[in-house]
């Protein structure tokens, strides 16, 4: 049994980390007040426990590089069922994220296209929510506004070419005057 120095508890040995300078072997504060100090010293010192951290990397990246490129090939199972899991339970941060690389678009600026539409896409007016897809000029990236999947595909057949949408239009006009 020994004494914490800490929390003047005396507990058995196995609660306090060895130390081979000390007397019995053993550090002075028991295991938990030691992590607890620890912890503290940790948060008041963050960027200089950053800073070696980081050194330490630099010194030792290739090993460092090594012992994770082993640790994926040996798990790799493992790592590909965690990134599943994030994915499907972080489908929305996914989305805010994508949206926003691609097309600049922060979530309260696409909710507010989504109800300037009415929920409703804008070319067919079909219901749509907020996995609908960005329509955005090819060239300019400039954003136009939210589609249903069948409008997006159609455009993007169509290569947003004006002239080719136009000759679609004469295309079924005449066929519909002909059927008549």
């Not at 069948?150 to 169509?158: E, Q, S």
Request: charged share 35%; net charge positive; aromatic share 6%.
């Amino acid at each position: 049994m020994k004494t914490c120095s800490t929390c003047g508890e005396s507990k058995p040995l196995s609660e306090f980390q060895k130390r081979a300078t000390s007397r019995d072997g053993h550090k002075p504060a028991c295991k938990v007040c030691s992590s607890k100090s620890y912890r503290k010293w940790r948060k008041a010192n963050l960027e200089s426990v950053r800073e070696r951290k980081r050194k330490w990397r630099d010194a030792n990246s290739e090993s460092e590089r090594e012992r994770r490129r082993k640790w994926r090939a040996a798990n790799s199972e493992r790592e590909a069922e965690q990134g599943r899991k994030w994915y499907q339970n972080n489908l929305e941060r996914v989305r805010e994220r994508s949206r926003k690389r691609k097309y600049g678009l922060d979530t309260p600026t696409f909710e507010a296209m989504l109800v300037g539409q009415h929920y409703c896409c804008a070319i067919c007016n079909t219901s749509i929510d907020d996995s609908s897809n960005i329509d955005h000029c090819h060239t300019t990236g400039i954003v136009r506004g939210l589609l249903c999947s069948a409008c997006n595909k159609g455009l993007g057949h169509f290569k947003d070419d004006v002239q080719l949408l136009a000759s679609a239009i004469d295309y079924l006009h005449t066929a519909m005057r002909q059927a008549a």
